[in-house]
């Protein structure tokens, strides 16, 4: 269950991105980060006890979507490891259900966005201002969280039975 969600989400990541505009200050409102929403949905699969064979996952998963999409080797490696972390520090107070997904995933949306934009910064190749965070912010938001819900909706039967983490 778990591979067909990240499978899907990372198919219709790279569907949706050849159909949506990607151009700077041109972005569609429905700008898909739904990998990061895979990333998300797949964690009550490992549970706490297995945090480390998450992380792990969660930088495959990463570099994955370096190699397929951005051509960045071991940015989105490292940045999706790192959200790993905040995720499983997260979900210690928050419980995952219907009304706190569109939240974890706001958060972890604008998390993925200010640490791209920070290692620009660091590494000199741009200065992006908070109203190019604000824009971004907003313009990843809808689609993901519409397909974020769908997906909890239509796999909650199977998250009640092969989680690790209650739901």
């Known amino acids: ?4 969600i990240v ?10 991105s050849n159909f949506l505009a990607f151009l700077p200050n041109s972005l569609s409102l429905f700008t898909p980060f739904l990998t990061l929403v895979s990333l998300l949905l797949i964690f009550p699969f490992y549970g706490k006890e297995n945090v480390k064979k998450y992380y ?9 979507y370096d190699l397929f999409y951005t051509n960045l080797l071991f940015v989105n490696a490292f940045l999706f490891v790192t959200l790993a972390f905040f995720l ?7 419980q995952l259900n219907y009304w706190t997904l569109p939240l974890i995933l706001s958060f972890l949306i604008g ?3 200010l640490l791209t934009m920070a290692l620009l910064v660091i590494f000199h190749v741009m ?8 824009y971004l912010f907003s ?16 796999f ?3 998250y009640k039975k092969y989680a690790k983490t209650s739901l």
């Open 127 to 134: 200065t992006p201002t908070f109203q190019d965070f604000l």
């Open 1 to 4: 269950m778990m591979v067909f």
């Open 111 to 113: 998390v993925y966005h």
């Open 139 to 154: 313009h990843s938001l809808l689609l993901n969280i519409i397909v974020g819900e769908a997906l909890y909706l239509l």
């Open 156 to 158: 909650r039967k199977c």
């Open 88 to 94: 499983t520090f997260l979900c210690k107070y928050i």
């Open 56 to 64: 792990i996952f969660a930088g495959i998963l990463g570099f994955f």
């Open 7 to 16: 499978c899907l989400c990372f198919l219709l990541d790279g569907i949706l």
